[in-house]
T-cell receptor
Framework: DAGVTQSPTHLIKTRGQQVTLRCSPI?????VSWYQQVLGQGPQFIFQ???????GRGNFPDRFSARQFPNYSSELNVNALLLGDSALYLC???????????FGSGTRLTVV | GENVEQHPSTLSVQEGDSAVIKCTYS??????FPWYKQELGKRPQLIID?????GEKKDQRIAVTLNKTAKHFSLHITETQPEDSAVYFC??????????FGAGTRLTVKP
């Protein structure tokens, strides 16, 4: 069984550009959550989606948006990139209501 | 939303000693408390979890305790080994929703 897959693994963007990150959850998992992890810090909650509906949103600006597709995969979009957006972006999938999260390997975004 | 605080930020122990990491949470509705281990350059991996209807859970050398009244929970690692060296994160959520993480504890086990 494939785990949580994220693409791309690495990305370099210029300030002001837009980026789209992708995540495919474990088969059978209907919930996908996105986290930002800056080096040396814990994962910061960005969004959670369940059955294509937004279930939760963290304290991130409107430049960050996401969506979930009918096959439960998800995209995270970040507009007008800032240097401070440089981080590891982690996607996690879970069963609804229990079982903990399984993380993907992340997308390392560098904004220059 | 939930706020999770974790202490200490760094912990160094001698091989064979025990290690304890403590977390507090703010939202009394939180009922699920997992712990994750993240090795350098790798994804966080779930090592143990506890639900609010249980006070303690053990899995070989690791255990987690929960005090709902005080809103704190702890990770205990006994007989530490060098391969236990990693960053450990606690987290809290309500029914697996909106999971919030602590800032992490860097554990170093010296041989």
């Amino acid at each position: 069984d494939a785990g949580v897959t994220q693409s791309p693994t690495h990305l370099i963007k210029t300030r002001g550009q837009q980026v789209t990150l992708r995540c495919s959850p474990i088969s059978g998992h209907k919930s996908v959550s996105w986290y930002q992890q800056v080096l040396g810090q814990g994962p910061q909650f960005i969004f959670q989606y369940y059955e294509k509906e937004e279930r939760g949103r963290g304290n991130f600006p409107d430049r960050f948006s996401a969506r979930q597709f009918p096959n439960y995969s998800s995209e995270l979009n970040v507009n007008a990139l800032l240097l401070g957006d440089s981080a590891l972006y982690l996607c996690a999938s879970s069963l609804a209501g229990y079982g903990g999260y399984t993380f993907g390997s992340g997308t390392r975004l560098t904004v220059v | 939303g939930e706020n999770v605080e974790q202490h200490p930020s760094t912990l160094s122990v001698q091989e064979g000693d025990s290690a304890v990491i403590k977390c507090t949470y703010s939202d009394s509705a939180s009922n699920y408390f997992p712990w994750y281990k993240q090795e350098l350059g790798k994804r966080p991996q779930l090592i143990i979890d506890i639900r609010s209807n249980v006070g303690e859970k053990k899995d070989q050398r690791i255990a987690v305790t929960l005090n709902k009244t005080a809103k704190h929970f702890s990770l205990h690692i006994t007989e530490t080994q060098p391969e236990d060296s990693a960053v450990y994160f606690c987290a809290a959520s309500n029914n697996n929703n909106d999971m919030r993480f602590g800032a992490g504890t860097r554990l170093t086990v010296k041989p």
